[in-house]
């Protein structure tokens, strides 16, 4: 399960050790360890984009644990988005425009 999350600008510098304590708060220590954090677009380091990025918390996720994890990061101040992120579909070849 994935959560895309827009961190507020002051946040920049320790992005992902914040996005883990938080994980920290929500989950118990097992299901914390299994969480990673990425950036959404790695090469920008600056702007609107430098703060998105994706948690992954490990299959499978309960839609409790997911709720948890939600609800600790929304209600963060360094925090300005967390949502699911939305499912992937690939493109059938015969769809796909030449």
Same mark, same amino acid.
């Given at each position: 399960?994935?959560?895309? /999350?827009?961190?507020?600008?002051?946040? #920049? +510098?320790? *992005?992902?050790?914040?996005?883990t304590?938080?994980?920290? @708060? *929500?989950? +118990?220590?097992a299901? $914390?360890e299994? $969480?990673?954090?990425?950036?959404v677009? +790695?090469?920008?380091?600056?702007?609107?984009?430098?703060?998105?990025?994706?948690?992954?918390?490990?299959? +499978?996720t309960?839609?409790?644990?997911? *709720?948890?994890v939600?609800?600790? #990061?929304?209600a963060?101040?360094? /925090?300005e988005? $967390? @949502?699911?992120? *939305?499912?992937?579909?690939? /493109? $059938?070849?015969?769809?796909?425009?030449?």
């Amino acid at each position: 399960m994935q959560i895309v /999350v827009k961190l507020a600008k002051s946040s #920049l +510098p320790g *992005a992902k050790k914040l996005l883990t304590d938080l994980v920290r @708060e *929500a989950l +118990p220590e097992a299901q $914390a360890e299994r $969480a990673s954090v990425e950036p959404v677009f +790695p090469d920008v380091k600056q702007g609107r984009r430098a703060g998105m990025l994706v948690l992954s918390l490990g299959d +499978p996720t309960s839609s409790e644990t997911v *709720a948890k994890v939600l609800d600790v #990061l929304r209600a963060s101040g360094d /925090v300005e988005y $967390a @949502e699911p992120a *939305a499912p992937r579909e690939s /493109v $059938a070849a015969s769809s796909r425009r030449s």
